[in-house]
């Protein structure tokens, strides 16, 4: 988080994160971690405390499809399902 008044820049939190969101409230952000199971977390930008919610997700989710409502009640997230079928075709 940088501060442009005090230009002072403080870390919320460490570990690598995606699909960074503000919540309404101006101090709470939300975002998914990054792994094969990756975890919606909810960090206060003043305490620090970090919350995991608790959701199972039914896709692993993308970073351009992740909004929250105005009033931060509400997360929309797209997921990826990917199927592929691999076909050989052999001219006789």
Same mark, same amino acid.
């Given at each position: ?26 101090? @709470?952000? /939300? ?6 199971? +990756?975890?919606?977390?909810? =960090?206060? *930008?003043?305490? &620090?405390? @970090?919350? /995991? ?6 896709? +692993?989710?993308?970073?351009? =499809?992740? *909004?929250?409502? &105005? ?22």
């Amino acid at each position: 988080m940088y501060d442009l008044q005090s230009q002072v820049t403080t870390t919320i939190a460490t570990e690598e994160a995606f699909g960074v969101r503000w919540l309404p409230d101006g101090r @709470r952000v /939300v975002y998914f971690t990054a792994g094969q199971h +990756p975890d919606l977390v909810i =960090v206060d *930008s003043v305490t &620090r405390q @970090r919350s /995991v919610v608790p959701v199972q997700l039914p896709g +692993p989710p993308t970073n351009d =499809v992740f *909004s929250i409502s &105005r009033d931060g009640r509400t997360i929309y997230y797209g997921a990826v399902h990917e199927e592929a079928d691999i076909w050989i075709a052999e001219r006789k």
